[in-house]
C-alpha cells in the first residue's frame, strides 16, 4: 500500500489515464474528484461490501433480519433527510 499526503488542488495518476485530484479538505473530511475511463468502475467501499453481503445473504439463503444487521452500520452511516428519525424508528437523535 502507497501513502501519500496531498493537499487541496494536487493530484495523483494511476496508470495511464486514471487521476485523483483532492478537491478540498474540511476538517476530516476529504473531496476527491476522479477521472477514469468509463469501462473502469469507480465505487465506494460501503457499497462493495453491501454487494457482497446481500450476494452471500442471497446464496445462504439467511433470513432477511440478517441481512439488514449486516447492512445496518452502512444505514446508520448515511447523513439527510432519508435518514430521518421517521424513516429509520430505531434511530436515536443526538
Do not use: F, W, Y
Given at each position: 500500500m502507497l501513502i501519500l499526503q496531498r493537499?487541496?488542488?494536487?493530484s495523483l495518476v494511476i496508470g495511464?489515464?486514471?487521476?485523483?485530484r483532492v478537491?478540498?479538505?474540511?476538517?476530516t473530511r476529504v473531496r476527491l474528484a476522479i477521472s477514469a475511463p468509463e469501462d473502469v468502475p469507480i465505487l465506494?467501499?460501503?457499497?462493495?461490501?453491501?454487494?457482497?453481503?446481500?450476494?452471500?445473504?442471497?446464496?445462504?439463503?439467511s433470513a432477511p433480519a440478517e441481512l439488514l444487521d449486516l447492512l445496518g452500520g452502512?444505514?446508520?452511516k448515511r447523513?439527510?433527510?432519508?435518514?430521518?428519525?421517521?424513516?429509520?424508528?430505531?434511530?436515536?437523535?443526538?
Open positions: 493537499k487541496a488542488g494536487e495511464e489515464d486514471i487521476t485523483v478537491v478540498s479538505v474540511d476538517g465506494r467501499s460501503e457499497l462493495v461490501t453491501a454487494t457482497a453481503a446481500n450476494r452471500d445473504s442471497a446464496m445462504e439463503e452502512v444505514l446508520d447523513e439527510g433527510p432519508a435518514c430521518s428519525p421517521q424513516t429509520h424508528p430505531q434511530r436515536k437523535e443526538d
